[in-house]
Structure formats: structure tokens, C-alpha cells
């Protein structure tokens, strides 16, 4: 491709509206171009490099035993409320009415579509196991896209699902699912780490995230060095930071003028916040909640909300809290009542707590549970954070940010069940099929790709998904003998089965070669007055600081070796 006919447009400075390095390349480089909030148009480089990452799901989707079909994006709105998914996704689904009035949406995923397609087309145990995927887009209305690719509103993912007798087999697909993300990663030249992850809306037990470490990153990723377990923080669990045991104590009454956080009723009454009991309340699809926890910790509004099984949760405003009769700054649930109470297991481990008292700037010393207060609900709600004791191994977990770029689920029976996707055994009985499902976004993993490879300059594409293998550059395209040169090596290269972007354009020798590290190919070959001189070109891997001076015969040989080894 000569760059004198590619549609795109570099950019020479950042755009204001850029958050993530990958959202900020993408734009200058021209490869993608905003068309709404969350909405994108993908240019030429970026078509050809998602083409190429779908090629490589393609072939590891298929060596696993999965088929390729494709389904609708447009739904009819009763099969989600059949599932009760309408109300989990919440204002996340798109929804629409047809010119009969009738009520649709846009799909964000196919599990209904999916099950209803198996349960027409399997009878018997003989046509288990089963993989169906396809890539296709998707539409979720994100209350905040962000970042460019990294959170949109309407997106290609490959989303695949398994269909097996029991759970025996959905281990068995679960296990061959794992490994054809791992090999989508590492022949898309990315390092990626599998981790215990939240379901979610999709819902189902068993849940595996695959996380490309990057700053950039929404995900927070808690590790263990000593025996490698690791988790979403949204999903990890932690041993309890010690305190020390005492004897229960009488409760009693103090003072604590305008003290109305943690941190500062812990400085004021000369206590750890870990001797301290923190009041959080939430709105739980517009009831209040009232949440009870140690000091020293935070609510996991994930955990929490999967609990409650609530579509919406957010903290409470304060009229919410006046009309339930809770004193802000000051609250605990010590006789507390008409509020649905939640407590987190750390409320167990400790003693002689400091708590609100109910009425303005008043606290109580030496609270204790079960003695002085109930909760209607006991549950693991915390967050685990860096520095947390494993849950394993007692040894401190340490936290990594990172991007979401594939998402695997144990689904059970829930989807099947529900829609009645059944078969019958060895033994003519009828059973529920056993599902799993397992999602990459292709947008997303491009998006990764860059926040993983890149410099200062611009894009360091990995070999495997770069739009172009070779870069080819001629300076002083008004010289014939460059010209001349230059356009014999491209189609030499051409004829050979290399993918070239040729910078055939009358530009300066600045602009060309800060467009070739801004776009990033692999590698670059220099054509110039000078290189031939020597019947040369310069030839230098974008990863690489130093050019290579290569006679000009050789320069296709040469290029198959550094291509080979990037």
C-alpha cells in the first residue's frame, strides 16, 4: 500500500481528548476516528491488524473443536426478561421498538439466542460436546467509555459456549478453552496472566479473567509471589489483618465533636482504625442498606452487590439517609432497626470497637459483636488491597494494574434450565445441558497490545498483528535514482509476499520518519540519496535503537531474518 492513497491523517500532536497511551497512538497514527462518545470508526491500520487477531482466534477457536456460525445482534427484548437478564444488565442494554410497536435490543452478548439454537438442534447425549463462537458486534450503553477502545459502547468480540453433559465435561471444555486463550495471546505477541474474576451479568460459579498487565489499566490484580494465587480485586479474598484479642469491656459513651471519618475519629481517640467499626450505607435498587465493616478496610461493591442481588447500587444520598433515620458521620447498627443491616466478617475478628452512637457527635468505646448489635446478613463484603495477607498462604499480595482482554465463564445450567435446553442421557432421561461461555474482545486486545508495546515515539507493534510487516521509506522522492529504487524494492517485496506501507509521499525527511515509529511496523527500510551511494538500503526493527546499512540485493533476505526472530 502506498501512503499517498492510505486513508489516514497523522497527527503531530496528542489529542486533548486522548486518556490511555493506545487511545492517544491510535488517534495519531490514524487508525481509528471518533464518531460518538464510545462509538468508533476503524481506519485501514487498524482494520488489517484486527483482521489479523481474528485470523489467529479463528484458527485456535477451530483446533479446539469449535464451530464458526453467527447470530443476531437485534433481540427480542422477552427472551432477556425470560433469563432475568434485562434487569442485571440494567441501562447497560440498548433497547429499541420496532414499527409494530414491539420491544427489542441490541445484544451485548448471545447466551439467550445461543441456548435457544442448541435446544432446537440437540436431542441426545451423541450430539454432546458442542462449541459454537462467533465474532460479531456487540452494543452496551457504558455509562462512561473511556480510553479508546478500552471501554466503548459498541464493539467486535469473539464470544464462544460450550454445551456438555455434566459438569465432568464442562471441566474438559472449560480446561481447552483456557488453553486456546493462552494461545491467542502468546502468537499475538502479548503477555497475559489468567485470574479468578467476578461474574458479573453473565452470571454463573467459576469465572477466569485473562489480564494484560498495564498503568493504563481499569482492573486492579492482586498476586501472591509465594504461591501464585491471584484474583480480580473485584473477586479476590485475603486473610484479615491481625489485631490483638482483649477481653470484652463494658460499652460506654464519649464525646467526639464534628469527628465524622474513620481517620479522624482513629486521631482523635488514639486508636488504630483497625479498633474502629466504619457505617457505609448504600441504595440497593432504592432501598437503603446499611453495611457495617472494620475501620481498616473498604467495602467491595462487587461483593456486595452480588449479594444483595440487586441491578443498581450506589451510595446513599443524604435525604435517603434522614428518611431512614441514620445520622451521618455518627451512625452504627447498635440499636439500630427498620434498616436491612449487612456485616462483614471482619466485624468478627477483633474486639472492643469504637462506634457511632446514632446521634450527632457522639461515638461509643468498646463495641463488640454479637454482644451490643445484630446484622440481618454475615458476609466476606471486603476489599482486598496490596499488602492483604493471601488467602492461601498468609504471605502479602501485591497489586498490578491491568486491562481485561478475555473473560471465561462457568455457566452450569442456569441458561439451560431456564430456557429449557435439555437432552437425553445414556438412559432416556432428560438433563439440563451444562454450559460455559468465553469472550475476547478483538478492539480491546488491539487497544491492550499498544498500551503494552510502545515508546515515546509511538506504536511497537508485535510481528503477528502489526497491519504491515515493512515500513518502506524513500526520502527525496523528487530524486529519480531514489524513485526508481525505491519503487523496484516495493514491488520486489510485494511479488515476495511481504505486506509493505510504502512512503511514497513528498514530505519531509522529519515528518516520514516520525510517521514510521508513530505507526510502529515491525520493521523499517530506508531508501536515500546517501544509502545509495552504496547500492544500500537502512534497515532497523522498530524495537531495535541502531539501522542496519544492507546492500540492496539483500535487503529481502536480511528482512526475513529480522521478521523471523521479531
Known amino acids: 500500500m502506498r501512503m499517498t492513497r492510505l486513508l489516514?491523517?497523522?497527527?503531530?500532536?496528542?489529542?486533548?481528548?486522548?486518556?490511555?497511551?493506545?487511545?492517544?497512538?491510535?488517534?495519531?497514527?490514524?487508525?481509528?476516528?471518533?464518531?460518538?462518545?464510545?462509538?468508533?470508526?476503524?481506519?485501514?491500520?487498524?482494520?488489517?491488524?484486527?483482521?489479523?487477531?481474528?485470523?489467529?482466534?479463528?484458527?485456535?477457536?477451530?483446533?479446539?473443536?469449535?464451530?464458526?456460525?453467527?447470530?443476531?445482534?437485534?433481540?427480542?427484548?422477552?427472551?432477556?426478561?425470560?433469563?432475568?437478564?434485562?434487569?442485571?444488565?440494567?441501562?447497560?442494554?440498548?433497547?429499541?421498538?420496532?414499527?409494530?410497536?414491539?420491544?427489542?435490543?441490541?445484544?451485548?452478548?448471545?447466551?439467550?439466542?445461543?441456548?435457544?439454537?442448541?435446544?432446537?438442534?440437540?436431542?441426545?447425549?451423541?450430539?454432546?460436546?458442542?462449541?459454537?463462537?462467533?465474532?460479531q458486534t456487540k452494543f452496551r450503553d457504558e455509562p462512561r467509555p473511556r480510553a479508546g477502545l478500552i471501554r466503548v459502547r459498541e464493539f467486535d468480540m469473539k464470544d464462544a459456549y460450550s454445551f456438555d453433559a455434566d459438569e465432568e465435561g464442562l471441566d474438559r471444555s472449560y480446561r481447552r478453552m483456557m488453553e486456546?486463550?493462552?494461545?491467542?495471546?502468546?502468537?499475538?505477541?502479548?503477555?497475559?496472566?489468567?485470574?479468578?474474576?467476578?461474574?458479573?451479568?453473565?452470571?454463573?460459579?467459576?469465572?477466569?479473567?485473562?489480564?494484560?498487565?498495564?498503568?493504563?489499566?481499569?482492573?486492579?490484580?492482586?498476586?501472591?509471589?509465594?504461591?501464585?494465587?491471584?484474583?480480580?480485586?473485584?473477586?479476590?479474598?485475603?486473610?484479615?489483618?491481625?489485631?490483638?484479642?482483649?477481653?470484652?469491656?463494658?460499652l460506654e459513651e464519649v464525646r467526639t465533636p464534628g469527628v465524622k471519618t474513620i481517620a479522624a475519629l482513629a486521631d482523635y481517640l488514639g486508636v488504630p482504625s483497625s479498633k474502629t467499626l466504619k457505617a457505609v450505607f448504600y441504595s440497593a435498587d432504592g432501598h437503603v442498606v446499611f453495611v457495617t465493616l472494620r475501620g481498616d478496610l473498604d467495602v467491595n461493591e462487587v461483593k456486595l452487590k452480588n449479594l444483595l442481588k440487586c441491578t443498581e447500587l450506589r451510595l446513599a444520598t443524604d435525604e435517603e439517609l434522614q428518611g431512614a433515620g441514620l445520622v451521618p458521620g455518627f451512625a452504627s447498627p447498635i440499636g439500630l432497626s427498620g434498616v436491612h443491616r449487612v456485616g462483614d466478617a471482619s466485624i468478627r475478628v477483633g474486639s472492643n470497637f469504637v462506634a457511632g452512637a446514632n446521634k450527632p457527635d457522639t461515638h461509643l468505646r468498646k463495641a463488640n459483636y454479637p454482644r451490643d448489635f445484630q446484622v440481618d446478613v454475615m458476609a466476606d463484603i471486603a476489599l482486598a488491597r496490596d499488602g492483604h495477607g493471601c488467602p492461601q498462604c498468609g504471605a502479602p499480595l501485591s497489586g498490578i494494574r491491568g486491562i481485561e482482554v478475555g473473560h471465561v465463564f462457568k455457566l452450569g445450567t442456569v441458561f439451560s434450565e431456564t430456557l429449557g435446553a435439555r437432552y437425553l442421557d445414556r438412559e432416556g432421561v432428560q438433563r439440563p445441558i451444562t454450559m460455559g461461555c468465553y469472550g475476547i474482545g478483538v478492539g480491546r486486545l488491539l487497544a491492550g497490545a499498544i498500551e503494552q508495546n510502545h515508546d515515546d515515539k509511538g506504536i511497537i507493534f508485535p510481528t503477528p498483528i502489526a497491519p504491515y510487516q515493512v515500513h518502506l521509506v524513500a526520502l527525496n522522492v523528487d530524486d529519480p535514482d531514489v524513485s526508481r529504487e525505491a519503487e523496484a524494492l516495493y514491488q520486489r517485496l510485494s511479488a515476495q509476499g511481504y505486506e509493505v506501507l510504502f512512503d511514497d509521499r513528498v514530505e519531509s525527511a522529519g515528518v516520514k520518519l516520525n510517521d514510521a515509529d508513530l505507526i510502529g511496523l515491525p520493521v523499517r527500510l530506508l531508501v536515500s540519496p546517501r544509502s545509495l551511494k552504496q547500492r544500500s538500503v537502512e534497515l532497523k526493527a522498530r524495537r531495535e535503537r541502531n539501522a542496519q546499512v544492507v546492500p540492496l540485493e539483500e535487503a529481502d533476505a536480511r528482512l526475513q531474518h529480522v521478521l523471523g526472530g521479531s
Request: one cysteine or more; a negative charge; charged letters at 25%.
Open 8 to 135: 489516514t491523517r497523522t497527527l503531530r500532536q496528542d489529542p486533548a481528548e486522548a486518556e490511555t497511551p493506545s487511545h492517544r497512538l491510535m488517534l495519531r497514527a490514524g487508525m481509528i476516528s471518533q464518531v460518538a462518545a464510545g462509538v468508533y470508526a476503524y481506519l485501514p491500520l487498524a482494520q488489517r491488524s484486527l483482521r489479523k487477531i481474528e485470523e489467529i482466534i479463528r484458527q485456535e477457536m477451530d483446533a479446539a473443536g469449535g464451530q464458526e456460525l453467527r447470530m443476531p445482534a437485534l433481540q427480542p427484548l422477552e427472551t432477556w426478561q425470560e433469563t432475568g437478564r434485562a434487569g442485571a444488565f440494567g441501562q447497560n442494554l440498548f433497547h429499541l421498538k420496532d414499527r409494530r410497536d414491539r420491544d427489542l435490543v441490541l445484544a451485548p452478548t448471545h447466551e439467550e439466542v445461543v441456548t435457544a439454537l442448541v435446544r432446537a438442534n440437540v436431542q441426545s447425549y451423541r450430539d454432546l460436546p458442542l462449541v459454537l463462537y462467533q465474532i
Open 180 to 250: 486456546a486463550y493462552s494461545a491467542i495471546y502468546s502468537r499475538c505477541g502479548l503477555s497475559t496472566l489468567a485470574v479468578e474474576a467476578d461474574s458479573g451479568a453473565i452470571g454463573g460459579k467459576d469465572s477466569h479473567e485473562f489480564i494484560l498487565p498495564a498503568e493504563s489499566g481499569e482492573d486492579i490484580i492482586l498476586r501472591c509471589q509465594r504461591c501464585h494465587y491471584s484474583a480480580n480485586a473485584e473477586r479476590a479474598t485475603f486473610r484479615l489483618p491481625p489485631v490483638e484479642a482483649e477481653p470484652e469491656q463494658p
